[in-house]
Every structure is written in structure tokens, then in C-alpha cells.
């Protein structure tokens, strides 16, 4: 074969289509040079996608895309999907600001066919959207293309139970890398490693059912014998198969790198009439070094050196600051358990899982149940703090309002990435946790601005609450200037950072800082602005709030989340202050940097001091 740069060559998708299997083995090669080295300049999720290369040329070469269709579980391994799609000439673009997502995004392109981002959902679409296709007398394969650690949100099972009933040929591609973002717990990955270490049996299914499905006349008489046959050996080698007993065809473990034997399997399997699970299993970071050794840190970057591996050192952070008021808690405090939702490393609890590890649970990609252990841990008399993103509680929902909150029950929500996030988009940002949070009775919701504030307030949900907690803070850093004008922590009150005579400009979080920009603005305009961080959400410092609205006649509320069941809506039914609202407006917040984000809504300190002038002293 010619020697040629065969990914530079491929203009269309028909291109692709038309190469050889020599030709695609060369390929993944260079797909896998390009991610590490485009990844390498824009960030984002490296180690996922090192490890589907294969799997995804395998599943282009053997199905028919757009035509079949593939819905992607999370879809952070969809970067390959998308180079052989077409986009491969957008990646110097990826994550920014009207760039190329980072997950599948249906208005982006024909392939992708939903907007994926968050876990355990793909079976259920695939299967819906099988159902309704069949119902047109459209007949075209839908994949469901799930990692081994999604299996462990309950939605994954939900959909298998309804799916394995029905002879739909969904065709379930396991994507089994031994990992979620850190490595998989619980029964379903001891479960899976006794499936990928038990070949002879995978073997002997294969081969002792076709020796005797060809056998004349005998052979048929024997068939239906060889499957209790197999059900013993199985059960004598792994035990039972969890996909076969839910309905499904079981095919597998295959070797994910193995683009050759891949491509015969789904040719082989794709048009059997029962919905059914392909087991690949891949290597996290496969063909770069650094990232097969540390996969949790290459899971998403925001850049590296390719020679070294280095990533930039971000230096701490509030949820470093969090897992470091945890870990020093629990010194005096026997009771305090720590929970997460797969997300050690993500939520700072590293730390407390090596020096307390009989008081940590990981629970893997399952968040509501972990809310309801949470709830049981409470019963028993622990102290149970919940660490989740913003956005990944939000399918707790129904057991916070039922299960904690309706018992006053005295649970302790960390809601990390609280707020816009950036790069992620809009499956990612963590804005509605304040109107949904905020609307439950009995539970009191903080807003830190700094390190300082999160550890005081950890420390009184904790230590003096006796009923349910939230304490939302964002992704990155405190401000140094906030520090400096910060004031000793007074527990519910609200903190006035500075002084001012004709306007009240409200804020919560990451907010204070944006507010601090726009007083100063203002100040240069002639306009003195009192700067209040409000710390609590829930319940308010009204007399406070009150106090400075009285003085200044007006005010502003600025909230990093959505302006529905927002502060500045509970405000409003309390004052006839005239009150702006500075917040997410009615919309999914796309991907960009957050600075861009905050300024594209009108939400940054600039915007924000232009606003109150033409509000207010027109």
C-alpha cells in the first residue's frame, strides 16, 4: 500500500467508506496522533476517545450511518465519530465559543442524532428511537454505544429490563474499559471482570453451538439440548450472564483494538432478530503512554505537553478546599461519612478515601441512590455529605424532595460546579440547582464566595444543622480580592464588602467578584454602589437586605443561575424596592470559556454596571 497520509485524504464520509482494511488500520494510527496532538493545544477529553478508535472505525465500516443510527452514552468518546463524520477540520475549534462540542450535538451535524452528555440514558433512547422507527416501517440498526461504568445508573438497567422483552434488534455496543472517570466499583465491575476472565467459556459457547446447529438431523434434535448444556457450563464457569437473563443476545468479550476481528463481529451480529450486547473491551489512553498510566487525569485536560505528559498545574481550587475542611472534620467528628457518585478525584475526596476509607463511599455512577443512602445513613445517625457536580445532581431530583427533605433529614449536599462551567456546555452547567434547591421546604441553601466562607459553613451544616444542607460553589478559584474585603463568618448573616448610598447590588458565589467589578466601574462613573455577598440563599438575611435596600432606594441580584425561581424572584415578593435581575435568561447556556459565557448573557461585572445606569440613572 502507497504511503500517504490516508486522514488528510478524507474529505466526505463516502471517503472514508471506501477504504480498505489495510488502509483503516493505518487510519487509527493517525486519528490517534491527531487527537493527542489537537488535544494537546485545546483541551478536553483525551483518554476516552485514545481508547475507542477501533470500536468507532469498526462500527463505521460494518453499519451505514446516517441511515443506521448510534446514540452515545455521555459522548465524551465521540471525537473519533466526529473526524470520520466530517469534522475533522473543526477540532482547532473544539469547546470554544461557537466551536466544535465536545459531545454529540444533533444540530451540529445528520450523525449525531442526540445531544448526549450525561450517563446511563443511551440504551433508553436507542430503544425509542428502534420502537418508532420500526413503527415507519424503517428497519435501519440503532446502537446504543455504553461504557462499562454508565452501567451502574439505574436508567441503564431500566431500559434493558423493558428492552430485553421484545425481539427489536437494538444492538448494545459495551464499550468496557474497566473505568468511569475513575475506576469502576460495586457488583457490576466484579460482575464484568469475571466476564472478560472467563475466554474459555466465551469460546466454548460459540464453537459447541455452531458444531451442532449444522449436524444433519441429529444435530437439530440436539440443539435445543445444547443450551442447557451451555446454561451449566456457564453457570460452572462465570455464573450467570446479567444481559442474557435480562433477554439479551450476549456476544463476547472481543479485544477493542483488534479493528479486523471487530469489523467481522458486527458484520456477523449486526441483523440478529433479538435486541443484544457486543462486549468490547478497550484500554483507556491507548497508544499514548501518559495517558494509559494515569486515565483519570487524561479524562478531560485542559492541555499538556505531548513530549513530557504534563498538565497544567492549576493550583488549589474550592473543591480541593472542600475535600481539605472534609478530611480535617472527620478528624473530630466520627460520624461524618463521605459519599460520591464516581467522582473521588473530581470533588476533592481523594483524600478522605486514603485516611478514612471505612467512612467513604463510592457508590459509582448512580446518584440517586446515593441520595437515598444518604437519607438511610441519616436515620442511622451518621452525618452523610453527598460531593456531586451541580449538573449530575439534578437526577437526584425526586430524592431530595421526598426522601431527604420531606423527613428533615440531615443530609449534607456538596453541589460542585455550581454555576456556569464553560467548556462542557450546556449538558454541564450547573444553573438550575438554586431554583430547584431553594424551592424545597426544610432545606437551607449557602453560596461561599471563598475558601473561607466554604469551610465555615461545611463546618455548621455539619456540626450545627440538624436538617438537610446545600452548599453550591464553582469550578476553578477563589478571588483574591474578595478575600481581602471579606469579614469574620456570622452564621446567617449576610456580609456587606462595601459601602454605598445609591444602589444595592445583591450577589451570591462566584457572582460577589463580578460585583466587585461593576461597583468600581460604577464608582468612575459617579454612582456609589453598596456590594453585599449574600452567603445564604436559604433562608435569606432579609434584615440585612433589607437595610441596604432601604438606604439605596434600588438594587441588583446577580446569581450565577437561572433567573426562574431565582433569589431576585423570592426578593421581589418581599420588597417594593425596585429590583433588576442579573441571571441566566430562559436558555440552555452553550459551551465557551466562562469570562466569554458571563459576558454573551450580560452577566459579567461590566455589562452589569452599563445596565444599572440605564436602569436606574438615566
Known amino acids: 500500500m502507497e504511503n500517504r497520509n490516508i486522514l488528510s485524504t478524507l474529505e466526505t464520509y463516502q471517503d472514508f467508506k471506501a477504504l480498505s482494511m489495510a488502509e483503516l488500520e493505518v487510519l487509527c494510527s493517525e486519528i490517534r496522533e491527531f487527537l493527542i496532538e489537537s488535544v494537546s493545544k485545546t483541551g478536553g477529553h ?18 451505514s450511518f446516517p441511515e443506521d443510527k448510534i446514540v452515545f452514552d455521555v459522548g465524551h468518546q465521540s471525537y473519533v465519530h ?8 473543526e477540532f482547532e475549534n473544539l469547546r ?5 462540542s465536545g459531545f454529540p450535538k444533533s444540530t451540529e451535524s445528520e450523525f449525531d442524532v442526540f445531544h448526549s452528555g450525561h450517563s446511563s440514558n443511551s440504551i433508553s433512547v436507542a430503544l425509542g428511537l428502534k420502537r418508532g422507527m420500526e413503527h415507519q416501517g424503517n428497519h435501519s440498526h440503532v446502537i446504543a454505544m ?92 462465570i455464573g450467570d450472564n446479567i444481559f442474557e437473563e435480562l433477554g439479551f443476545y450476549y456476544a463476547g468479550p472481543f479485544d477493542g483494538h483488534n479493528l479486523k476481528g471487530l469489523c467481522k463481529v458486527f458484520d456477523q451480529l449486526k441483523d440478529i432478530d433479538k435486541p443484544m450486547v457486543i462486549h468490547v473491551m478497550t484500554k483507556k489512553g491507548k497508544g499514548y503512554t501518559p495517558a494509559e498510566e494515569q486515565p483519570s487525569i487524561f479524562h478531560g485536560v485542559k492541555g499538556f505537553d505531548i513530549a513530557t505528559g504534563q498538565t497544567p498545574n492549576g493550583g488549589m481550587n474550592f473543591s480541593q478546599a472542600f475535600g481539605d475542611a472534609m478530611t480535617e472534620l472527620a478528624e473530630t467528628n466520627p460520624n461524618l461519612v463521605a459519599i460520591t457518585a464516581a467522582m473521588p478525584d473530581g470533588t476533592g475526596l ?41 449538573s449530575f445532581l439534578q437526577r437526584a431530583y425526586d430524592q431530595l424532595v421526598t426522601d431527604v427533605c420531606g423527613m428533615n433529614l440531615h443530609c449534607v449536599f456538596a453541589v460542585d460546579r455550581a454555576g456556569i462551567v464553560g467548556e462542557d456546555g450546556e449538558t454541564h452547567q450547573g444553573v438550575f440547582d438554586i431554583s430547584y434547591l431553594t424551592s424545597m421546604p426544610n432545606m437551607t441553601v449557602y453560596s461561599p464566595a471563598t475558601y473561607q466562607d466554604l469551610k465555615e459553613m461545611l463546618r455548621e451544616a455539619v456540626e450545627d444543622m440538624h436538617s438537610p444542607c446545600a452548599i453550591r460553589y464553582p469550578k476553578g478559584q477563589e478571588n483574591s480580592e474578595i478575600c481581602e474585603l471579606e469579614q469574620p463568618y456570622e452564621r446567617g448573616k449576610a456580609q456587606i464588602l462595601s459601602q454605598g448610598k445609591d444602589v444595592s447590588i445583591l450577589c451570591e458565589g462566584s457572582m460577589v467578584f463580578e460585583g466587585l467589578k461593576a461597583v468600581r466601574r460604577l464608582k468612575e462613573w459617579g454612582v456609589s454602589a453598596e456590594l453585599v455577598n449574600l452567603r445564604y440563599l436559604k433562608p435569606l438575611d432579609l434584615d440585612t437586605i433589607y437595610s441596604s435596600l432601604k438606604k439605596t432606594k434600588r438594587g441588583v441580584v446577580m446569581e450565577n443561575a437561572t433567573r426562574y425561581g431565582s433569589v431576585h424572584s423570592a426578593l421581589c415578593g418581599y420588597t417594593d424596592v425596585p429590583l433588576y435581575s442579573v441571571s441566566v435568561p430562559d436558555c440552555y447556556v452553550p459551551q465557551g470559556k466562562v469570562s466569554q459565557l458571563l459576558e454573551l448573557l450580560g452577566m459579567d461585572g461590566e455589562s452589569v454596571a452599563q445596565k444599572i445606569m440605564e436602569e436606574f440613572f438615566r
Open 46 to 63: 483525551l483518554a476516552s476517545n485514545l481508547g475507542a478508535v477501533e470500536l468507532t472505525v469498526a462500527l463505521h465500516h460494518a453499519f
Open 82 to 89: 466526529k473526524i470520520l463524520t466530517g469534522r475533522k477540520n
Open 96 to 100: 470554544k465559543l461557537n466551536g466544535l
Open 146 to 237: 455504553i461504557g462499562d461504568g454508565a452501567l451502574t445508573g439505574g436508567m441503564a438497567i431500566e431500559a434493558m429490563n423493558d428492552a430485553g422483552r421484545e425481539k427489536n434488534n437494538i444492538i448494545v455496543v459495551l464499550n468496557d474499559n474497566e473505568m468511569s472517570i475513575s475506576e469502576n466499583v460495586g457488583s457490576i465491575a466484579r460482575h464484568l471482570a469475571k466476564m472478560r476472565t472467563s475466554p474459555i467459556y466465551l469460546r466454548t459457547k460459540g464453537t459447541v453451538s455452531t458444531f451442532f446447529s449444522r449436524l444433519p438431523v441429529v444435530g437439530k434434535g440436539l440443539y435445543k439440548a445444547i443450551s442447557a448444556f451451555k446454561a451449566a457450563f456457564r453457570n460452572m464457569i
Open 350 to 390: 481523594t483524600k478522605f478515601s486514603k485516611q478514612f476509607p471505612r467512612r467513604y463511599y463510592d457508590v459509582a455512577i448512580a446518584e440517586a441512590h446515593a441520595a437515598g443512602l444518604s437519607a438511610g445513613l441519616a436515620i442511622s445517625g451518621m452525618v452523610p455529605v453527598f460531593a456531586v457536580y451541580s
